[in-house]
């Protein structure tokens, strides 16, 4: 139940919150951002071919590059495209600290027709070194697809904390048998600075 209603708790704070005052949204006009997420993850043992419990402790270092201008100005849509690369490192807590490490580029859309709250989407992939010591899995080399959405808050005008969901899928796409994905659950928070 606490899991449940922990994020919902979160959001309702954030946006009792006075607005951060400035001219123009910080999304508007910011080149790109760097920052870092942190969370727990849990796969889901019988979603598709999952049959491991897998639960993870995140960490992910981010830089996002803006690809648009502002669009759809006036429209609930009102946003910028961003590309984020990221660094992650997931620790699965129930192996014995074993790991797994790689690079994502995930595509972006920030919505900015609010002031002090930005939503926003997120999906990509990229390759992950999995050393979880699943024989299931089939290789080390593996491949990841994800897809979520979050929301940052400004607390400046170049400082924002994130909160975020994410589904997120490991296999090794078919290139060893066997081939177990872990499809998972990851809950994110962090801070994000604009530049």
């Known amino acids: 139940m606490l899991k449940t209603v922990l994020p919902l708790l979160v959001v309702l704070f954030i946006l009792m919150l006075p607005p951060a005052v400035h001219a123009d949204h910080p999304v508007s006009s910011a080149n790109g951002e760097i920052g870092i997420l942190t969370g727990y993850g849990s796969s ?6 999952t049959r491991h419990k897998v639960q993870t402790w995140d960490t992910i270092l981010r830089a996002g590059f803006f690809l648009s201008d502002e669009v759809g100005k006036g429209s609930w849509y009102q946003g910028r495209h961003e590309l984020l690369l990221e660094l992650p490192y997931h620790m699965a807590v129930d192996y014995g600290g074993r790991s797994m ?7 972006h859309w920030r919505f900015t027709s609010l002031e002090r709250v930005v939503p ?8 992950l070194f999995v050393d979880l010591g699943l024989p299931t899995m089939g290789t080390k080399l593996c491949f990841s697809y994800q ?10 005008r170049n400082t924002a904390l994130n909160l ?3 589904y997120h899928h490991i296999s090794n796409a078919g290139t060893a048998n066997p081939n177990e994905p872990i499809n998972s659950n990851k809950l994110l928070m962090g801070v994000s600075f604009y530049y």
Request: glycine letters at 36%; aromatic letters at 20%.
């Open 44 to 49: 889901f043992v019988g979603f598709g071919e």
């Open 120 to 127: 926003y989407v997120l999906a990509g992939g990229g390759v």
């Open 164 to 166: 975020e969901y994410r």
């Open 147 to 156: 897809g979520g959405t979050g929301v940052q808050y400004f607390i400046d």
């Open 101 to 107: 490490v790689g690079g994502y580029g995930l595509g």
